[in-house]
């Protein structure tokens, strides 16, 4: 990073526009005043109410914090750069900022595929659910997810913040992503591109095997139960993770698994706040606050 000649980059945001710039950081504000809200809620009366000790909850208290960490490296710096017009990030703050977005990011995929283990194996195997899913296995699929996506996205991001940034330093994103950045380096990075391409394909193609392996046997399980009840409760919990993994891989596969210069930073822009703004806000309400035993543990908290 000392070799580099520049020092700091320039986030262009979303728009010049100062009137459509105030709307989009009411949005986004309230937004993320929304997401963190609803998440910290989830951690909360998780960890208070008893009667949600159980593995799922367990993962959704993480999922909650990792929604909270990956929303916040990412919308209070470009809330403050739309209030104060200083658009400016430095070389160490923008790096600091893309490791743990990926980071997080990384981890977040590795959380949702055992989720969908989880979820396959209390439907599928019900009567071996607590002896599968004891509290040791539960501690080592998370502590497995966060030092996975870490060692996974170590290595290229020390490298791309080692390569030479000689100008421009404009980077035309709201956030310190890896296309644009990628832009701004002087050598070639075919290489490096070719690695963050193998390591998003190994994240979101493994985990997403995963994920639909658990969901087609969940939902083969499901059409098996004879009760209408049954299969309408049961669909219903799948149905929400479901829109929840479509939403998130969705967006990250058009993002990052994609042919070098496949498609514009203004378009991705777009899918990105879907991804970062949007996604975090609607997980806590479809995991959590639509179910009948964290709606009851919430009246039992404030009553």
């Known amino acids: 990073m000392n070799s580099s000649r520049v020092r700091e980059f320039i986030l262009l945001g979303f728009t010049d526009n100062h009137e459509l710039e105030i709307f989009l950081f009411s949005l986004f504000f309230g937004t993320y005043l929304l997401t963190v809200m609803g998440n910290t809620v989830i951690i909360t009366i998780t960890l208070r109410d008893r009667r949600l000790h159980t ?27 739309m209030v104060t017009g200083h658009r400016t990030i430095s070389l160490s703050g923008c790096f600091l900022q893309f490791f743990v977005y990926f980071v997080l990011g990384a981890t977040e995929f590795f959380l949702l595929a055992v989720m969908s283990f989880d979820r396959y194996v209390a439907i599928c195997n019900p009567l071996r659910y607590t002896t599968i899913m004891n509290g040791r296995i539960c501690s080592l699929l998370v502590s497995c997810s966060w030092v996975a996506g870490f060692l996974l996205i170590l290595g290229p991001a020390i490298t791309l913040f080692y390569m030479p940034f000689c100008g421009p330093n404009i980077v035309n994103h709201f956030f310190c992503d890896k296309g644009p950045l990628m832009k701004l380096v002087c050598i070639d990075t075919t290489l490096l591109d070719l690695a963050y391409f193998i390591t998003a394909v190994f994240i979101l193609t493994g985990t997403l095997t995963v994920n639909v392996l658990s969901y087609v046997n969940i939902v083969s399980s499901i059409l098996r139960i004879p009760s209408g009840t049954g299969r309408q409760k049961a669909f219903s919990t799948c149905a929400s993770h479901i829109v929840v993994v479509s939403l998130t891989y969705g967006s990250c596969i058009f993002m990052y698994v994609k042919p ?29 606050l639509r179910n009948k035993q964290v709606q009851d543990a919430l009246k039992a908290a404030f009553r």
């Open 55 to 81: 593995p799922m909850y367990f993962f959704l208290r993480h999922f909650a914090v990792l929604e909270i960490g990956f929303t916040s490296s990412i919308t209070p710096k470009a809330l403050a750069n």
């Open 260 to 288: 070098k210069g496949a498609s514009e930073f203004s378009f991705s822009k777009s899918v990105a706040v879907l991804n970062t703004i949007v996604s975090p806000l609607l997980n806590p309400f479809i995991y959590c």
